[in-house]
């Protein structure tokens, strides 16, 4: 039979590997949650510097630009397919000159001018003029359109009409365009920065 201090002490002595134990999980928890807070305190400026490092991949650096691409007694009814040189730059580089895009240009009957980009709609294949058929053809899944870039066909892969570009005549008959890239697989047509 212990005595009342005696029985104290024995519980006191038989609860402490519980305590041990409690403490060391209190101590795993502060560790882990020190850590992850860490974690994030280092990783968000590091994400952003990644990101700001990154960005001039993605910069096109011509859309929205205007380029002289010919003189209108070069135009006739027929388009035909002019490229877009410009500097093209990468997140470290920059290459001057060099083509980055094309469009076709055509004069119609009214004599007024029309620019197409050559990027496909459906999928961002380069779509070719068939001079024997009088209509532009991708070859990739064999989306066609008329001359004006209209979509031909009940069943076309492609989601619009081929992308026209504002044209503008300066100094008389210099042939200007607005140059532009858009979102390929959408019906609607929507400029990519
Ligand atoms: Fe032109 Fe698919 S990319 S039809």
């Given amino acids: 039979m212990l005595s009342p201090f005696e029985r104290m002490r024995f519980m006191a002595t038989s609860n402490q590997p519980g305590v041990a134990a409690l403490d060391r999980r209190r101590g795993f928890l502060t560790k882990t949650i020190a850590l ?15 990101r700001a490092f990154l960005n001039p991949l993605r910069q096109k ?3 929205g ?10 135009l006739d009814a027929v388009p035909r397919k002019f490229a877009i040189v410009a500097d093209r730059v990468d997140a470290w580089n920059r290459f ?13 009957e009214d004599g007024q001018v029309e620019a197409h980009q050559v990027v496909c709609p459906h999928a961002g ?6 001079a024997a058929e009088g209509r532009f053809l991708c ?37 200007w365009v607005q140059f532009a890239n858009f979102r390929t697989g ?8």
């Fill in 125 to 130: 294949c380069s779509v070719q003029f068939d």
């Fill in 186 to 193: 959408t019906p609607e047509k929507i400029p990519e920065a």
């Fill in 36 to 50: 992850a807070v860490g974690a994030v305190a280092y990783l968000a400026p590091a994400a952003a510097g990644i």
């Fill in 61 to 63: 650096g011509s859309a």
């Fill in 139 to 175: 070859p990739c899944h064999l989306a066609s359109y008329d001359i004006s870039g209209k979509r031909l066909g009940e069943t076309s892969p492609a989601p619009r009409d081929m992308d026209r570009l504002e044209v503008e005549i300066r100094d008389q008959d210099q042939v």
């Fill in 96 to 108: 001057p000159n060099e083509p980055v895009g094309a469009v076709y240009l055509r004069r119609r």
């Fill in 65 to 74: 630009r205007s380029f002289r691409l010919a003189s209108l007694g070069e």
